[in-house]
């Protein structure tokens, strides 16, 4: 499961790298990224067929759910079912976007409690393969847009710690996943992210509290 991750790039240095047009909403530093918070992912807006900045909630809600807060279980999608579960299936053909990122956090289990350690690749920042959903609140009739993160296997180097991690997408497997482009293979690209490409060390355990946010969680901290 990912639970936890870090974004600290600005909107400019994300709309270069992600190829993104249009108007950029503000993003602010998260050093302690946690669900239902408001973060940033790259889609494909049906109307232009352009690649666009969003802000979205994360933990997705499927448009028959009768309650915001179903998207809360909804945080990570596996990627061995993601076609054919029902809260998944439609977004995975249709609506699938690119979860922008710096790092994010797994811990593992240790005799004096469980250690958190941040994990990140050789080229941040990079895109977790995500899906989003747009729901109709019954209460208020106001839309709200939503989003997961697919999990898979963790590769060779995230295994010590845990063993599984979220699904990163190479920079050559974005415009396919984005829809770019058609015929692609989707589910050959929901594969482990090379080992010879990450990256992790210990951080502090305050990282636990959702409430923490700031760059010393993200500091080395030697164990």
């Not at 909804?74 to 710096?102: G, H, P």
């Not at 415009?175 to 929901?190: I, K, T």
């Amino acid at each position: 499961m990912c639970g936890r991750y870090y974004i600290t790039t600005d909107a400019d240095q994300l709309a270069r790298k992600f190829g993104v047009s249009g108007p950029l909403p503000n993003v602010e530093a998260r050093y302690n990224a946690a669900p239902t918070q408001i973060l940033p992912v790259v889609r494909r807006n049906p109307e232009t067929g352009e690649r666009a900045l969003s802000m979205l909630r994360w933990g997705l809600v499927p448009v028959w759910a009768t309650d915001l807060s179903v998207g809360n279980r909804m945080i990570n999608a596996r990627c061995e079912t993601v076609a054919t579960t029902a809260a998944y299936r439609s977004a995975f053909q249709k609506r699938r976007c690119l979860v922008l990122a710096d790092g994010f956090f797994e811990w593992q289990k240790a005799a004096g409690g469980k250690q958190p350690y941040a994990i990140t690749t050789n080229a941040p920042p990079f895109a977790f393969a995500g899906l989003w959903e747009g729901w109709k609140d019954p209460a208020t009739e106001q839309w709200v847009h939503t989003f997961t993160i697919i999990t898979g296997p963790a590769n060779a180097a995230v295994a010590a710690v845990h063993d599984r991690m979220p699904v990163i997408l190479p920079e050559e497997h974005w415009a396919a996943w984005l829809g770019d482009e058609r015929g692609s293979d989707l589910h050959s690209m929901l594969r482990p992210f090379p080992a010879e490409r990450t990256c992790l060390w210990p951080v502090s355990k305050a990282v636990g509290n959702v409430r923490n946010d700031s760059p010393e969680l993200i500091a080395p901290n030697p164990l």
